[in-house]
């Protein structure tokens, strides 16, 4: 079986693009829209096939799609992306693997998880539940929020330190930190980088990659656009894999 990161680099390098799409599409719900959410999302897959590389879903829209409509929209077609589960785990040890498990049975390919939480009982738990599951395990050592720099983000030495120790499969890091990027590319070299904060939080494409992150990613610059798979083409003008 493949690692996680061999899977990524090779669909990355199948699809020439470092997108990850940060599909949080969750806003139907309130007009009691979910199938229709559900249709949408087939609709923007089909129409992003071989320009992103992976997709990340975060909790609100499988709250709205429901675990059916997660799953058949991962496991019911061939869309030759790779699958992120954002749920950002920072619980204690044993409600953190039913978590993991249970994004396995989704059919996730990997997962978010805080490394604040700690080596024992904590990050170290869910690696080890992850690998057990075939499960790739990003690490979320910094955020790009106002108040992440009260406390997250001052700890982000520490938090990287027990990521590391913990044997993650890569790192979640702030597009618009660039310091993080390279401070972590430097010392991680082996290690997957994945960005998020790029487009409507500010962060230019293409800055994430040339600090050293292998992938950005992007929600709303894709997916709010008019026309997603052209501003899908666009952007992978500056994010293609393979760099001439």
């Known amino acids: 079986m493949d690692s996680f990161k061999d899977k990524v680099f090779k669909i990355a390098s199948s699809n020439d693009s470092r997108i990850v799409l940060a ?6 719900f309130k007009e009691g829209l979910s199938y229709g959410l559900f ?29 059916d409509g997660v799953y058949r929209l991962i496991n019911e077609y061939d869309w030759g ?40 009982g904590g ?32 700890l982000f030495e520490e938090s ?9 499969d890569g790192f979640i890091l702030p597009a618009s930190k660039s310091e993080y990027i390279k401070y972590v590319r430097g010392i991680a070299e082996d290690k997957i980088i994945m960005s998020p904060g790029v487009g ?16 950005e990613i992007i929600g709303r610059s894709i997916y709010m656009a008019e026309d997603p798979r052209k ?3 666009e952007i992978r003008r500056v994010l293609r894999w393979r760099r001439d």
Do not use: C, W
Not at 81 to 107: M, P, S, T
């Open 160 to 168: 990287l330190e027990v990521a590391i120790k913990s044997d993650v």
């Open 23 to 28: 599909f949080d599409r969750h806003h139907l």
């Open 200 to 215: 409507f939080q500010g962060a230019r494409f293409g800055s994430a990659v040339e600090a050293g992150a292998d992938f």
């Open 81 to 120: 992306f790779f699958f992120i589960a954002d749920f950002k785990i920072a619980d204690v040890e044993h409600i953190n693997r039913v978590i993991v498990r249970h994004i396995a049975d989704l059919g996730f390919d990997a997962l978010i998880a805080h490394s604040i939480i700690g080596y024992e």
């Open 39 to 67: 249709r949408d999302s087939l609709a923007l897959f089909n129409s992003l096939r071989g320009l992103i590389s992976g997709v990340k879903i975060g909790i609100p829209t499988v709250l709205t799609l429901g675990e």
């Open 123 to 154: 990050l170290k738990a869910i690696v080890e539940e992850a690998r057990e599951y075939g499960l790739g395990v990003l690490a979320l050592v910094a955020m790009t929020h106002k108040g992440a720099e009260e406390l997250l983000n001052k």
């Open 231 to 233: 501003a899908a083409e």
